[in-house]
């Protein structure tokens, strides 16, 4: 299916794909038929070969190392980087670095887009982004959040407990976000605060284990429980502005959520074509499966829904650069989490043993995509958000107007009665 993306988007992703079938799933077939990871020396030489086609980081401005697309030229080499276990971490476009990028980029001050920002585009340091935490703290209500900083000096000193901070336990520095004023509401006296990993006081307790936490690489891209107790860093250590936390953190995960969009569709973009490649050979009771018409059925309604939210993630990338576009993101990724989820069911499904089998990577995308309903923003989150906006501007006369209701025959009928 084609779409109107740009000139840009279209000739940047077309070489990503290349870079894909080329070098990419070949090296990941190899890992996944050996059981041997994939090691970080094979990555830097991943990284070095999409230095060479410019294909490296694509998403940041060329004077940190990376290609400076726009926002919505980016998207499509995203949705090529997922079709891959290994895809996006080849350019340098995964999570949670990827966003880290983004909200330092975006508001970081210059001394820290020079010790911190350069340094992590160039793979040279890794990050993670360290917000929810266990009950009964900020979770699907952020408004929950118990994690404390408070002014010594010209220091912060933080406390708190976190967990499902991606990256926590090989990162180099974490975004953690902290109530900074405990007398304002969590929206205002909330902020994002850079902290060294090697900070006294950062105590990493353990990477959670979890669905679909089977790596290919030698990396540990889990996600970590951290402790926080009396950790001490400069002030000049707050990204952006104090109090800010919140209104930084939503324009981080409003486009973070439309790139994973992005990442999972060409996840289930890949597992439609391995599903239709085995139907096609495979035959059973006197011909190909691709015959049965229940199966040809499931997968035009799986193409369906695959363009519906290819084009819904799109069209909320348009909107996200005129405002902040929360309804659209919203619907976005709720739809698209809920589609790719039933679409990699099925490739598991249309492939029987083989898709249980780890020879394919289907059953990793399994395990893999079931999170998406969750992270970013769980669908009831979502759908919570949208149910208010659509109720939001209902006033009387518009009740009476749609129900064709007119209030003085109402009270006639009432008086009658």
């Known amino acids: 299916m084609k779409y109107h993306d740009s000139e840009t988007a279209r000739e940047v992703a077309n ?5 894909m079938d080329d070098v990419v799933l ?17 990555i830097s030489e991943l990284w070095e070969m999409a230095k060479e086609r410019n294909l490296f980081a694509p998403q940041m401005p060329e004077e940190y190392g990376g290609q400076g697309l726009a926002f919505r030229d980016m998207l499509p080499s995203f949705e090529q980087v997922g079709r891959s276990l290994i895809g996006a971490i080849s350019i340098r476009a995964n999570a949670p670095d990827e966003g880290n990028m983004h909200t330092l980029e975006l508001v970081g001050s210059e001394e820290q887009k020079k010790e911190w920002l350069r340094p992590l585009v160039q793979g040279e340091f890794s990050s993670g982004f360290s917000m929810t935490e266990p009950m009964q703290g900020g979770g699907s209500d952020p408004k929950m959040l118990g994690t404390t900083a408070k002014k010594d000096g010209d220091e912060w ?14 990162s180099d520095f974490l975004l953690v976000m902290a109530r900074t004023d405990l007398d304002a509401h969590p929206y205002a006296g909330t902020s994002i605060i850079l902290v060294p990993t090697d900070t006294d006081g950062v105590n990493i307790v353990r990477n959670i284990s979890h669905l679909g936490g089977h790596d290919i690489t030698e990396r540990e891209f889990g996600h970590a429980e951290i402790k ?3 950790v001490r860093v400069p002030v000049e250590n ?5 109090g800010q936390g919140f209104q930084i953190a939503q324009m981080r995960l409003g486009g973070g959520r439309l790139t994973h969009c992005m990442r999972y569709s060409g996840m289930a973009e890949r597992s439609l074509d391995i599903a239709k490649a085995y139907l096609s050979e495979r035959e059973g009771f006197g011909e190909p499966l691709a015959n049965k018409q229940a199966l040809r059925h499931r997968i035009a309604d799986a193409e369906t829904k695959l363009h519906m939210a290819r084009t819904g993630v799109r069209h909320a990338a348009r ?3 005129q405002s ?8 976005a990724k709720v739809f698209t989490a809920n589609v790719t989820n039933e679409i990699i069911d099925l490739a598991v499904q249309c492939c029987g043993a083989n898709g249980i089998g780890k020879d394919l990577p289907l059953a990793q995308f399994y395990e893999n ?4 309903r969750i992270v970013d923003g769980a669908d009831e989150v979502h759908r919570r958000s949208i149910a208010r906006d659509a109720f939001e501007d209902i006033r009387e006369e518009e009740i009476n107007h749609v129900l064709r209701f007119d209030p003085d025959r109402r009270a006639e009928s009432s008086t009658d009665e």
């Open 238 to 242: 707050t990204v952006g502005e104090e």
């Open 26 to 42: 070949p090296r990941e077939r190899e890992a996944l038929a050996t059981g041997e990871q994939i090691t970080d020396d094979e």
């Open 15 to 19: 070489r990503v794909q290349a870079f």
């Open 228 to 230: 926080y107790e009396n």
């Open 157 to 170: 000193v933080i406390n708190g407990h976190k967990w499902w901070t991606t990256g926590g336990k090989e």
């Open 324 to 331: 902040e576009a929360r309804i659209e993101v919203a619907m």
């Open 319 to 321: 909107e996200l650069d």
């Open 369 to 372: 995509v079931r999170a998406f």
